[in-house]
Every structure is written in C-alpha cells, then in structure tokens.
C-alpha cells in the first residue's frame, strides 16, 4: 500500500522560511515524476512544482520561481521542499503526489501559515 506523508508546515513569519518533506511508502520516489500542490480554501488544488524522475528537472510555477526550491533524498525516500521568502498568500495546506496524480496517494497535507 502507496502511503505519501507531508510535513513541516508550521506558522512562520514574511519573509521566513520553511522545509517540507514528503516521505513515501509503498514507492520509491526516485521512479516518478513528483509534484507538490497547494490547495486554498474553497480552491482546488493546483500544482506549484514538478520534478521529473531519476534526478530529472524540477519545473515551477511563476508564484513560487525563484523562491521554492525541491530536492530528492534517495537514501530516505523524501522529496523535500525548502521555501524562502515566503509570503502571505503562501497560507495553505501543501500536498505531495507523483504526476499524474493518482488519488489514493493523497496525504493529510501540511498546513503553512505565513502571519506576522
């Protein structure tokens, strides 16, 4: 059974950052293109980075470029997620999945808050 965890949401302040990982079992994370999504309330999920697998690139979406940044760890199965700078309109609850998603491999998610 495919289980994606996320964590290390939290609150934080502007312009602070925070790490996400998302650890799987029932995979190996290096044999799929992986995505992180967030999702607003009332909002549907939208995608804000894609890696390519076997260490393949990493594709962002413009309201994170140059901010967010993803890395695999192979050796403990987690693609991890360091976001700098972050903003308020960063405040959501933040997903892994492979691409394409798949929905049983939906997690709980990790909540980021950015309030001063």
């Known amino acids: 059974q495919v289980q994606l965890v996320e964590s290390g949401g939290g609150l934080v302040q502007p312009g602070g950052s925070l790490r996400l990982s998302c650890a799987a079992t029932g995979i190996t994370l290096d044999s799929y293109a992986i995505g992180w999504f967030r999702q607003a309330p009332g909002k549907g999920r939208e995608a804000v980075t894609c890696t390519q697998s076997r260490e393949g690139a990493t594709t962002y979406a413009d309201s994170v470029k140059g901010r967010f940044t993803v890395a695999r760890d192979n050796a403990k199965n987690t693609v991890n997620l360091q976001m700098n700078s972050l903003k308020p309109e960063d405040t959501v609850v933040y997903y892994c999945?492979?691409?394409?998603?798949?929905?049983?491999?939906w997690g709980q998610g990790t909540q980021v808050t950015v309030s001063s």
């Open positions: 999945n492979v691409i394409p998603s798949r929905r049983n491999y």
